[in-house]
């Protein structure tokens, strides 16, 4: 009897609770009635900023030691730490019109560089035998990013 009783008070529960969701029962119509927002566009971020964000973080890499172990796994937090600022000064290089879009195609070949090494997911470790390293495509291009930078300024 246990089990009727158990298997009967389980039914009218779903029961119940099916007929409260599709009723619309303890809800309410703020949801007809609220005005629509408008949608917000985030600023982009100006390519003077930018640029100085990325150098700063190339820089304190540097400053940082950079990544001096060979160890697998071991320095990407430190490759993160570079494509974030990389892909802001992406945003903000799309966003520049004071010069001509081919004038970017190194900068954003080197960007990709770093952006396919970071797309692995992990660090792969170092040193000069180790030919599956990502750490050239992310450092390395970064460097060599900070560089462009320098002697291609845009005011």
Known sequence: ???DR???TVGALVLTVTVAATSGCGGSDDAVDAK??????????SLTK?????????TDYDAQGGC???????????MIDLIEPARD???AMNSEKSVA??????AYALINIME??????EDRGGGLNNTASNRPDVFGSAHDLADWLDQNPVS
């Open 36 to 45: 629509p927002t408008a949608a917000v566009t985030p600023k982009p971020v």
């Open 101 to 106: 879009a081919e004038f970017w195609t190194e």
């Open 68 to 78: 001096v172990s060979i160890e697998p796994n071991t320095c990407y937090d430190a």
């Open 116 to 121: 396919k090494g970071v797309e692995v997911g």
């Open 1 to 3: 009897m246990g089990r």
């Open 6 to 8: 158990w298997g009967s």
């Open 50 to 58: 930018a640029t100085t964000e990325f150098q700063d973080a190339v």
């Open 89 to 91: 000064l992406r945003k």
